[in-house]
């Protein structure tokens, strides 16, 4: 039951991360592997289901709260809006694989959503974004990387 719970935390962290609220899914990514108590491969697929799904959640928001922007409580300013929209038109679907990155990753998943990007090609791009980022993290915390 408390392995249970463990991962359970791990992909609730994980998601929030992925979502407009702070998280910090990567210290907890890394104090359970360095704990060594728990299979890597499973830390690593619980983190990134979690995160890829919080990352879904906002491409569904942007799919949907675009029809609110000329509303006055609407939490983005239009200007704010525009840049968004410019910088993803201007780098494209490849914009995603930075979506693991602090800041700009958050949002650039709700951009993509209020751009239309295609579900496919935005699981794909944002899957191997942030199982990249939790892979090197888990290298990094190797035994063996730590004796050279």
Do not use: C
């Not at 409580?73 to 990155?101: D, I, N």
Request: no cysteine; proline share 4%.
């Amino acid at each position: 039951m408390v392995d249970l719970a463990v991962y359970a935390g791990l992909f609730v962290s994980a998601f929030l991360s992925a979502t407009l609220v702070p998280g910090q899914s990567e210290a907890a990514l890394v104090a359970l592997l360095l704990a060594g108590h728990h299979s890597t491969v499973l830390l690593l697929a619980v983190a990134s289901a979690g995160n890829i799904l919080g990352s879904t959640v906002n491409w569904l928001l942007g799919r949907f709260i675009e029809r609110f922007r000329d509303k006055a409580w609407f939490p983005v300013s239009q200007a704010a809006m525009q840049r968004a929209e410019s910088h993803y038109a201007r780098w494209g679907h490849w914009s995603l694989l930075f979506s693991f990155a602090p800041v700009i990753g958050d949002p650039l998943t709700v951009i993509a959503g209020v751009l239309r990007e295609p579900l496919w090609r935005f699981l794909l791009l944002v899957s191997l974004s942030k199982i990249g980022r939790y892979l090197v993290l888990a290298l990094a915390t190797q035994p063996w990387m730590s004796q050279a």
